[in-house]
């Protein structure tokens, strides 16, 4: 593994294409040219620099000679995280993650918590004839904001009859966040402890509500023999076929943000515009940096569990700011994370953020 | 300097709502994780970064059940040289009986050592009181509530006990010592699953307590177990966020602290 | 005789308060307390108890766990073995009565907080308060026990007449163990047991540098930042700002609690406070137990509303 990485680090030719995507480069210590140019070198990296990365990929997806920056970034990470070396609060995370396999700490019992009241009946996948599974996602199982995103979406797929199930507290976090920040240990734990119970109940099918989730199931877990999907992948052809009408109309400006792992990483781009489109009512603008060009959030690689310790103007802010530049009234968007870190600034400016299931749910 | 640090695996109660069963008898533990007593963790860490100072190895023992194994590995993982399992066929509740367990192990297998640390209380029966009870069956000093050694010397050491209200007292004894680590006396590092897959390849000791006597019977015991008493409880505000908090200034303002 | 012996925990020349509680419970279960007492001048209401037996010793001399044991000795040499051996739940306490109940081979119970005087059982706390045992002692007494801070103290109460005093001197003075000196914590100008008005922030605020956006909450509220153990474990807050047993013990008018679960130690440190307030997401956390109001929320989201209501 450490030699393949340094060959491929080998092969760059230092153009800066990565830093002038990276969300990070130039406005904080982190400059992910300089640390490929480091690693060529093998030079010391001051250990709290690493951790600035978000993960969002855009240095890996637009570099000419197949460098992968955001995998050197995973790779001086592990060394630190095999060290012990790494702030107390992404230890915290992990460590609660090792224990009730959220990076949130809070009770593996209470996992399925979101739908045990709710007015619709969430079967386990066990007893579905499908085998669809709706995984959930930690921050969404949890967290109160989040929570409704979920039993927005339960609600949602019974209205267009589509058959699916839970596995409540059977689910343990997908990994995605744990592998960047480098702990490969505990991933591959995640991982193996998930795909045995996707086994045992044969599920053929996974509706993930989190891109981040879709990220990691679709792609770092091998081989399934599942489907694996976003949930608006489902949503977009059901609105199309008139299985769910949104029948009442939002009549709101609405500016689309583009999460990194649902946009750029994984190229579900139109999906989520459509289903915004056929809202009536609904003007949809664009950012200036969308699609593959969206602006990374600063919620992804670790970065939600802890603070960086420069100050620096946040993209969250910026974004926040474009949004009611241009007139919008939500900024509309399906990532947890992206909704819990533009929430903040929003909240300032005062103008809402919406989860794509939110705006359905008020239409439908 | 050679020290033994004991550790133990206790479940996760922080976070779970836990249920009493067999009409009093039992405490549903069925799905709460476990995991390292928070204490001992701290202890594990001082023992091995004064090893690390003054050369020496750190030996790390657990008494319990079979899956206690687990904090030893993550023991060695942080840099103990070995562990040993002291395996009980029940829990056993009572500091007398597991400290009176312990001197006879460590008697009857000839151990050596220059200091013993454990943490100054476990997170599941919060007893504080093992560390106390062993060091005066092993005819030693103790001091509980260690929040920081100055030095360790040869024949004795300097150490700072926490007291209330941000006093501390500062402590000699000569050695061997029992001391009891209080959390925050250092910053335990992290350790991965990776540490602690290698880890498993060093060998553990596994010991079965029933060899160390028959006569270690319990003192206390518990009769019953049953919910704490629910008190008064807290006028909670409700309703809309903003209305919240103009009651919370009500209430400011009542008391006099705010205008 | 039967009799319950309390050993007295003095330090710097305060006869500490918790003492009452250790003088409670054996009140209550119906005893004759002997208090045991270090040499020194300082405050106390002798009339609590049926005896005073003095120690010539000097209180960092008594508090050291290698004397105590003889000094208990000697005192069953001389007044015969006591019921109860009854120590307050402390630092020292703990220290002391697990040490003595090694040594003497003695039942031992701690951080006892109730007693059934019907069952004749005591209560103590497990997996972070949330479940009570009722414990009973099947081994030989006498029986050694410590007793939480605040649970028994108002069952000690005045005896009609003046104590009987006793004086024990010649203790060995073992030299296992010796005290060096007190060591203060780090002068600053924040003293959070004067304040009438205590913001105290816990873990559940996240990280450190949510600290700044409570500080100038502080200061709109004109409140007194505090915190609880992990804040200042995590150096996030000064320990001159920690509300706790291991940091102050304050009584303001009033506690705001923000991201506190209110785990032991830190309830010990402010649940005399006139008027509790928690804020917290988990409607299960303790602190709502010993609050006046409460509020389940998100704490940033509050603190946010508030600096908006009372800026705006």
Redesign the interface.
């Known amino acids: 593994m450490l030699n393949q990485t340094q060959t491929r680090v080998l092969t760059c030719i230092q153009c800066g294409k990565c830093a002038g995507s990276c969300p990070e480069s130039g406005r904080t210590p982190f400059n992910i040219r300089m640390l490929m140019r480091k690693k060529q070198f093998q030079t010391v990296v001051e250990e709290s620099i690493p951790w600035y990365c978000t993960s969002c990929g855009a240095c890996t997806i637009r570099c000419p000679r197949d460098v992968k920056p955001s995998e050197v970034i995973i790779e001086m990470r592990s060394a630190l ?2 060290n ?3 702030p ?2 992404i ?1 915290k995370a ?2 609660n993650t ?3 396999k959220n990076p949130w ?6 996992r399925g918590a979101w739908f045990e009241k709710l007015d619709v009946e969430v079967p386990h996948v066990r007893e579905t004839e499908s085998k669809r599974l709706l995984f959930t996602c930690c921050i969404q199982a949890y967290d ?2 989040c929570m409704v995103i979920p039993q927005n979406v339960a609600k949602i797929l019974n209205m267009g009859g589509i058959e699916f199930g839970v596995l409540g ?1 059977e689910e343990a976090c997908c990994g995605n966040e744990i592998r960047r920040i480098g ?4 991933f ?2 995640l991982q193996e402890e998930n795909k045995a119970v996707f086994e045992e109940y044969g599920i053929k099918e996974i509706i993930a509500l989190s891109p981040h989730c879709m990220n990691a199931l679709k792609k770092e877990y091998g081989d399934l023999g599942i489907k694996i999907s976003h949930y608006t992948e489902l949503l977009a052809p059901m609105i199309e076929e008139g299985s769910i009408v949104p029948e009442r109309p939002y009549n709101k400006k609405v500016i689309y943000h583009d999460p990194c792992f649902l946009g750029k990483q994984n190229g579900i781009f139109d999906e989520p515009r459509n289903i915004l489109k056929a809202i009536e009512g609904i003007e949809l603008l664009e950012f200036s940096r969308c699609r593959d060009n969206s602006m990374c959030c600063e919620g992804g690689g670790g970065r939600m569990f ?2 960086v310790e420069a100050t620096y103007q946040r993209n969250a802010e910026m974004r926040v700011q474009e949004a009611v530049d241009k007139g919008a009234e939500i900024i509309a968007t399906c990532c947890p994370f992206c909704v819990m870190t533009l929430e ?1 600034p929003a ?1 300032e400016k005062g103008i809402l953020v919406r989860e794509l299931s939110e705006i359905l749910m008020e239409v439908l | 300097m050679n020290i033994l640090v004991f550790t133990k695996r206790v479940p996760a109660t922080q976070e779970e709502e836990l249920r009493i069963i067999e009409e009093g008898q039992g405490i549903d533990l069925s799905k709460v994780p476990f995991k390292v007593n928070d204490w001992d963790n701290y202890a594990v860490e001082e023992a091995v970064q004064i090893a690390e100072k003054t050369g020496g190895s750190v030996t790390a023992i657990s008494i319990g059940d079979a899956e206690s194994d687990e904090v030893l590995r993550r023991a060695i993982a942080m840099g103990t040289k070995d562990g040993f399992l002291i395996e009980t066929e029940k829990v056993l509740h009572d500091p007398n009986a597991r400290a009176t367990l312990v001197s006879e192990f460590l008697k009857k297998e000839g151990i050596s050592y220059d200091a013993i640390f454990t943490g100054v209380q476990s997170e599941d029966d919060q007893f504080a009181a093992m560390g106390g009870i062993l060091s005066a069956k092993l005819g030693l000093p103790y001091s509980s509530m260690v929040i920081g050694i100055d030095s360790f010397e040869k024949d004795h050491v300097i150490a700072r006990r926490e007291l209330e209200g941000g006093l501390q007292e500062r402590i000699k004894m000569t050695l061997p010592c029992v001391l009891s680590i209080q959390s925050g006396i250092n910053e335990p590092r992290y350790v991965s699953i990776m540490g602690i897959r290698k880890a498993s390849k060093v060998e553990r000791k596994f010991f079965k307590a029933k060899a160390y006597g028959d006569n270690i019977s319990s003192t206390i015991e518990v009769v019953k177990w049953v919910y704490p008493p629910k008190k008064g409880g807290a006028t909670m505000l409700s309703g809309e966020l903003e209305g919240i908090c103009k009651d919370l200034l009500g209430i400011l303002k009542e008391k006099g602290v705010f205008q | 005789m039967s009799y319950a012996l309390v050993v007295a925990e003095v330090r710097r020349g305060v006869f500490e308060e918790r003492n009452l509680d250790a003088i409670g419970l054996p009140t209550l279960m119906g005893k004759d307390v002997s208090l045991l007492v270090p040499d020194g001048t300082y405050a106390i209401n002798e009339k609590l108890v049926n005896t005073i037996i003095k120690i010539k010793l000097e209180e960092a001399i008594f508090l050291n766990p290698l004397n105590i044991v003889s000094v208990i000795k000697t005192v069953m040499d001389s007044s015969g073995k006591p019921d109860v051996i009854v120590f307050t739940h402390s630092s020292s306490g703990a220290e002391l009565a697990s040490y003595a109940a090694g040594c003497l081979n003695l039942p031992l119970i701690t951080d006892v907080n109730g007693f059934d005087k019907e069952k004749e059982v005591f209560y103590k706390s497990y997996y972070s308060d949330k479940i009570f045992g009722e414990f009973k002692q099947t081994g030989e007494g006498p029986f050694v026990i410590t007793v939480r801070s605040g649970s028994f103290k108002e069952y000690a109460v005045e005896k009609a007449s003046s104590p009987v005093d006793k004086i024990i001197e010649g203790i060995p003075v073992a030299e296992g163990r010796s005290f060096i000196e007190y060591v203060e914590e780090d002068k600053t100008d924040i003293d959070i047991t004067k304040a009438e008005f205590l913001l105290s922030v816990g873990r559940g605020i996240g990280n450190k540098d949510e600290i700044p956006s409570y500080e100038e909450l502080a200061g709109l509220l004109k409140a007194t930042l505090s915190g609880s153990r992990p804040v200042i474990d995590k150096m996030w807050l000064p320990k001159a700002r920690q509300v706790g047993t291991s940091g102050k013990t304050v009584k303001p008018k009033v506690y705001l609690a923000m991201g506190i679960s209110g785990a032991f130690q830190h309830i010990a440190g402010m649940k005399d406070s006139d008027c509790i307030i928690a804020v917290n997401k988990d409607a299960e956390a303790p602190i709502f137990q010993y609050a006046h109001y409460g509020i389940i929320g998100d704490i940033h989201k509050v603190r946010d509303k508030l600096r908006d209501i009372v800026k705006g």
Do not use: Y
């Open positions: 995280v095999e012990g070396e790494i107390v609060a230890q992990l460590e090792f224990v009730q700490g809070r009770s593996r019992a209470k109160p904001r507290e702990e490969s240990g505990l591959e734990e802890f603070e903040d909240t």
